[in-house]
């Protein structure tokens, strides 16, 4: 989506004349109510206070409406990449807008939007490093990020944005947090430690760091989840092993499944380890295929999300995640292995 698509979104999520009026109309009757109960007044200084009230409110509520319930940061949607203006207009419609800051000496963390669905969260934050630092690598992160909840396992990882200046002392980034369950209205305490910029090139490590120091912060994750479950419950096959197919989750920023099998254990040493195929780069072991209303389609080859099993109980999660998002109202089907599962949107 270009700059003149999103531009042209941000101006269809503005409220309408109409609406404006109309909220300017109620307003004005509110204010005009509880002006008569009020002393001190002349009856036109009334109607003057409350016309200019009423004013304020209408701007501030349109500000407010359009900022924090239909706002999604134009970097952000940038990163999303959605594939048109109505699923921009519902990337928008779920993002909780945080914008809180936390800071000492050594840098300033602004927690600015987060997204997610059932078990991917997106973080959209800044940091600022303190005046004359350069922030110019391409790659940063926290070398720890913890989360206390009962959560259960969870992964985080992060990805630079193009902030337009590469050469100052301020960095944005996207958190991404992959979870057994969702995040949605949970407020979570997060503790940032150690700003880290990998070596140069794809496979630089992560061997430096450049600012020291912790920031820790509670967080309501207010977003509105995107994901819609299908219960499948289903028999298939995994590598020769009976497994049961329970539920697919979809939203346009991820795909889960949640398989169980008194063999995961099995299914696991059959899948064996991620197989290097270039730089950061590996073959997905348990890929999915999407076909599409269209005609097309589009298979996980590359592992980018994560897969984890609890042996005990049989259950195996795995999470794929895009790097664009997803047209998922256009998907007609599943394939996992053996089997093929229609999807109803």
């Known amino acids: 989506m270009s700059n003149k698509h999103i531009n042209q979104l941000f101006e269809a999520l503005t409220p309408k004349t109409e609406q404006k009026e109309k909220m300017f109309q109620n307003i004005l009757v509110q204010s005009q109510n509880e002006t008569k109960r009020q002393r001190g007044f002349t009856p036109v200084k009334r109607l003057r206070f409350a016309v200019l009230s009423a004013v304020l409110m209408v701007c501030v509520t349109t500000t407010a409406f359009a900022a924090v319930y239909m706002g999604l940061d134009e970097t952000f949607l940038n990163f999303l990449h959605p594939v048109n203006n109505e ?20 840098g300033t963390l602004t927690i600015k939007q987060v997204i997610g669905d059932s078990n991917l969260t997106y973080v959209l934050m800044d ?15 926290f070398g720890d990020t913890t989360i206390s909840s009962a959560l259960g396992g969870y992964s985080i990882g992060y990805h630079v944005l193009d902030d337009g200046n ?27 430690k150690d700003l880290q910029a990998a070596d140069p090139g794809p496979r630089g490590l992560f061997n430096e760091t450049v ?20 219960q499948i419950d289903q028999n298939i096959t995994m590598f020769g092993h009976r497994a049961v197919l329970k539920t697919i989750s979809v939203s346009p920023i991820s795909i889960a499944l949640q398989i169980e099998s008194s063999s995961s254990r099995e299914i696991f040493e059959s899948a064996g380890g991620l197989k290097k195929i270039g730089e950061n780069e590996s073959l997905d072991n348990f890929p999915i295929t999407i076909n599409y209303k269209d005609g097309t389609s589009e298979t996980t ?8 099993a609890n042996h005990l109980t049989g259950q195996i999660l795995t999470i794929k995640k895009f790097k664009s998002v997803i047209n998922d109202k256009e998907i007609a089907s599943i394939v996992f292995f053996d089997k093929e599962i229609p999807i109803n949107n």
Not at 166 to 192: C, W, Y
Not at 220 to 228: A, H, P
């Open 87 to 106: 699923q921009a207009h519902y990337l928008s419609n779920g993002a909780y807008v945080l914008d809180k800051q936390v800071a000492n000496k050594n």
């Open 127 to 141: 940091f600022t490093a303190p005046e004359g630092t350069v922030l110019d690598a391409d790659r940063y992160r």
């Open 166 to 192: 590469p050469n100052d002392n301020k960095i944005r980034l996207v958190m991404n947090i992959q979870t057994e369950k969702s995040l949605a209205g949970q407020t979570l305490h997060f503790t940032f």
């Open 211 to 230: 600012i020291p120091g912790s920031w820790e912060t509670d967080l309501k994750l207010d977003f509105k989840e995107y994901s819609t479950l299908y």
């Open 301 to 308: 080859r590359i592992f980018t999300g994560s897969t984890s």
